[in-house]
Structure formats: structure tokens, C-alpha cells
């Protein structure tokens, strides 16, 4: 699945920071799937979970628009993270027609479990560049998250092509 571009080609750094992306984005699916199993959720909950974890408590609302869901999808999702002991429902006390949906104590303790030693390397790694440099990343990070999230958009706008299976 190679896509070299003209300015790749040009320059070997626009290539090799391309590779370690995907790279990248290979590791850290695969250490999703490991937390999705010490949490013992799938990975959708996992990932409502992480939105859940950052946001704050959010209204049920919004967490199903931040996972593409239908309100009554996420409620399902909701459900099971209420049962593992992760997450709750509270009514939100500026508006008592909305339910937020917030973290539990056992969400953080299991977060810093299966993520605490990979965060202190991360603040370890970050705090050997200078804040110059680190603002340079903090740049480069979010316009390709905003490039991700374009492109995501872009293709849930397109017609789906053909299934691997009508392919062969």
C-alpha cells in the first residue's frame, strides 16, 4: 500500500516521517487491542471510554457524535460500560433533559495500570526537546490529526468501492 508522492520522492525525511507514522499507527492499534483486553471491553468501548476519560463527563449526546453513533447506538455502548464498572450516568445539573456520562474511580485505576509506565516514558521523551521544538511537534500533531480527520470525513462522504471479496 505504497503512496509515494512527488514531494516524498524529493525529499527522503517527507518519506521516512510518513513510514514512521504508519508505523506508529500500526503500534499503537495494536496496544489498543491489548488495553481493550486488560479493560476486558471491545475496542468501540474502549474508544468511548478515551473520549469519555478526556472530555470529562460528556452528555450522552455528544459522545455519540464523537464515535459516529446514533444516540440509541451509543446508548448500547453506555450500557456496557456502566456494567463493567467504568463509566455513569448522572443528569446534568444545567440541564435535567440531558444525561452526562462520566468516568469511574475504577477507569482511572485501570488506566494508570495499563498506561502509566508508557505516559511517564512519553513525558520522559518529551521533556528531552527543547519548548521550541516541542512547539514545532504540537504543530506538526495537529495538522495531521486535522488532515486524519479530513480525510476521514472525505471518504465516509464517498460511495464505498468494491469488498476485497468481489475483487477476487
Not at 503500534?27 to 471491545?42: K, W, Y
Not at 459522545?63 to 451509543?74: C, E, H, I, P, S
Not at 448522572?90 to 495499563?114: K, N, Q, S, Y
Not at 513525558?123 to 512547539?135: I, K, M, N, P
Amino acid at each position: 500500500m505504497s503512496s509515494d508522492s512527488p514531494q516524498a520522492a524529493e525529499r527522503p525525511l517527507v518519506a521516512a516521517v510518513r513510514d514512521g507514522l504508519r508505523s506508529l499507527s500500526t503500534e499503537i492499534d495494536h496496544l489498543d487491542q491489548l488495553a481493550a483486553d486488560r479493560f476486558g471491553l471491545n475496542r468501540t468501548d474502549l474508544r468511548a471510554l478515551d473520549v469519555i476519560g478526556q472530555a470529562g463527563p460528556v452528555p450522552a449526546k455528544e459522545l455519540a457524535r464523537a464515535l459516529g453513533f446514533t444516540t440509541g447506538g451509543v446508548t448500547t455502548v453506555i450500557d456496557r460500560l456502566e456494567q463493567a464498572g467504568y463509566a455513569r450516568r448522572r443528569p446534568d445539573p444545567g440541564d435535567r433533559r440531558r444525561v452526562l456520562v462520566e468516568p469511574t474511580a475504577l477507569t482511572r485505576d485501570r488506566g494508570a495500570e495499563v498506561f502509566g509506565r508508557l505516559i511517564a516514558t512519553m513525558d520522559g521523551v518529551a521533556a528531552s526537546y527543547q519548548d521550541a521544538e516541542l512547539a514545532v511537534i504540537l504543530d506538526f500533531l495537529g495538522r495531521w490529526r486535522a488532515a486524519v480527520i479530513d480525510h476521514g470525513r472525505a471518504l465516509a462522504q464517498e460511495e464505498p468501492g468494491p469488498t476485497a471479496r468481489s475483487r477476487s
